[in-house]
C-alpha cells in the first residue's frame, strides 16, 4: 500500500537544518522530526548551491525524498535577507506607484531579479510588503526539483501558522531569534498586524536596538497577552529584552512537545525543540 503523501517544513538554526515530517491533513501531529549537523558552512550551500557545500544539502533532501512521499517543501528564509515594510493600499492599488516603492526599496537591483509578495494586515488600509532577490528563492527551491509544492516563507508567516494552530486569541508577539537577528511579529484576534526585524553584530546591543526600532513602531510597546520566543538562544534574548516587554505578557519559549502544542512518536530529543519550532508550523496542514 502507497504511504501517505507528507508535507516537509524545514529551517536553519546554528548550523543545523531541523525539519519536521507530518501527514497530509494533520493539524497537531508529525511523523518525524530531525536535525543535522553540518560539517560545512550552511549559509555557503544556502547561497550557491553548486558549491560543494550545496551538492551535500541536496543530498540531504534527496534522502527524505526517498524516506517519506512528499507532496509540498517549505523552507524558511532569513529575515536579514528580506526587506519588509507596511504601505498605503492606495500605493498598491495603483500598479504604478507600487512599483515606484519596490525601486526606491530595493535601489539598483534590477525588476527582474526582485521577487514581491504582499500580504493582508488587521487595518485594512494597509499592506504588508516582504521584497527578496529572486535568486535567493530559486537557489532554496533548487535543493529539490521532485516536489510539486516548493515554497520559501517568513519568520511573521509562522506567526499567522501558530494563530491558526493554537488560536491564542487576543493579542500576542512572536519573536525570532537568529544568530545575527531577532524578528518581531505582532497579532492581533488572529489576524496580522505588524511585523520587523532587528540586526546585531552584539547580542549586547539588542535593547539599545529594540528601543530605537520601537520609537518608529508604537505597536512594539503595545499590550501583548502573550510574547513567544522561538528559535536559538531564546531564554538569553528573553532576558534581554525582559525590562521592554510589558510585565503583564506571558513569556514563553516554545520549546516543548506540549507548550507547542503536537502530538510526537518521540518524546525527547537530542536539539532544542525551539530551534525546530518553524519547521514544526511549516509541515502541518492548517490552512
Request: hydrophobic share 40%; proline share 3%; aromatic share 12%.
Amino acid at each position: 500500500m502507497e504511504a501517505e503523501a507528507s508535507n516537509l517544513g524545514v529551517c536553519f538554526f546554528s548550523g543545523r537544518m531541523l525539519y519536521s515530517v507530518a501527514e497530509k491533513g494533520a493539524k497537531d501531529t508529525v511523523q518525524e522530526l530531525g536535525s543535522y549537523e553540518f560539517s560545512f558552512d550552511v549559509a555557503e550551500a544556502l547561497n550557491t548551491p553548486f558549491s560543494q557545500a550545496g551538492v551535500q544539502l541536496k543530498a540531504v533532501f534527496s534522502d527524505l525524498e526517498k524516506e517519506f512521499r512528499l507532496e509540498s517543501i517549505r523552507m524558511l528564509t532569513e529575515p536579514t535577507h528580506e526587506c519588509w515594510t507596511a504601505l498605503p493600499k492606495v500605493v498598491y492599488d495603483d500598479s504604478v506607484e507600487r512599483e515606484q516603492h519596490i525601486a526606491i526599496l530595493m535601489k539598483g537591483v534590477p525588476r527582474e531579479d526582485i521577487e514581491a509578495t504582499w500580504h493582508a494586515v488587521s487595518k485594512t488600509r494597509f499592506k504588508f510588503l516582504c521584497l527578496r532577490r529572486a535568486q535567493l528563492t530559486k537557489n532554496y527551491r533548487s535543493f529539490s526539483d521532485q516536489v510539486a509544492i516548493n515554497e520559501c516563507c517568513s519568520d511573521f508567516e509562522i506567526g499567522g501558522m501558530w494563530s491558526s494552530h493554537q488560536r491564542p486569541g487576543g493579542s500576542f508577539l512572536l519573536i525570532g531569534c537568529h544568530v545575527d537577528s531577532i524578528s518581531i511579529s505582532s497579532y492581533l484576534l488572529g489576524s496580522f498586524r505588524a511585523a520587523t526585524y532587528i540586526h546585531f553584530d552584539d547580542p549586547q546591543d539588542i535593547p539599545y536596538l529594540w528601543l530605537q526600532h520601537a520609537e518608529h513602531s508604537p505597536w512594539m510597546r503595545g499590550l501583548h497577552e502573550h510574547v513567544y520566543f522561538y528559535g536559538e538562544q531564546t531564554h538569553e534574548i528573553a532576558e534581554k529584552l525582559q525590562s521592554f516587554i510589558d510585565h503583564n505578557s506571558a513569556q514563553i519559549v516554545l520549546n516543548s512537545l506540549e507548550t507547542i502544542g503536537i502530538n510526537a512518536v518521540e518524546e525527547t530529543y537530542g536539539f532544542d525543540l525551539a530551534t525546530a519550532f518553524p519547521a514544526i508550523m511549516l509541515s502541518l496542514d492548517l490552512s
